[in-house]
């Protein structure tokens, strides 16, 4: 699963990600694919959800270059059961990253529109959010 080598802090304090309003600045068009997978709402994603999509377009896709445009890279912290209130923030439970709509969160290039169109459809059913295929659109010269 995708996560960070080196952690400086348990808990991030400042509020990335946190305001769920708005459009994406960043991230929202092609660059190394084909087709890409963009986000229509906004949510945190897991790095399991990553990995269960990115296995699902791998094995559709045999022999296409996939690119995982997001990276879970921040910690989410949970205290264990039974222990009370206070004391400190708990260890680190999963990373994540917070989405927001129109963000490209896969890109594929080297395989036909039908099995990459099939592999999309099954990839956004194993992410929390609402997800479209786009296409790059071809420019003749």
């Not at 559709?60 to 206070?86: D, N, Q």
């Not at 708990?90 to 990253?97: E, K, P």
Request: proline content about 5%; overall charge positive; charged content about 30%.
């Amino acid at each position: 699963m995708l996560a960070p080598k080196k952690i400086v802090h348990k808990k991030v304090y400042h509020r990335y990600g946190q305001k769920r309003r708005g459009m994406c600045n960043r991230g929202t068009e092609l660059v190394h694919g084909e087709f890409g997978l963009m986000a229509m709402e906004t949510h945190w994603i897991t790095s399991r959800q990553i990995e269960s999509a990115r296995r699902v377009i791998s094995r559709r896709t045999k022999g296409a270059k996939l690119h995982i445009r997001i990276f879970p890279s921040r910690p989410v912290t949970r205290k264990g059961l039974g222990i009370p209130m206070g004391s400190g923030v708990g260890s680190i439970d999963h990373f994540m990253f917070p989405i927001k709509p129109g963000r490209i969160i896969f890109e594929i290039r080297g395989a036909s529109r039908d099995k990459v169109k099939e592999a999309f459809r099954i990839a956004a059913c194993k992410l929390p959010i609402l997800c479209k295929m786009i296409e790059k659109e071809t420019v003749l010269a």
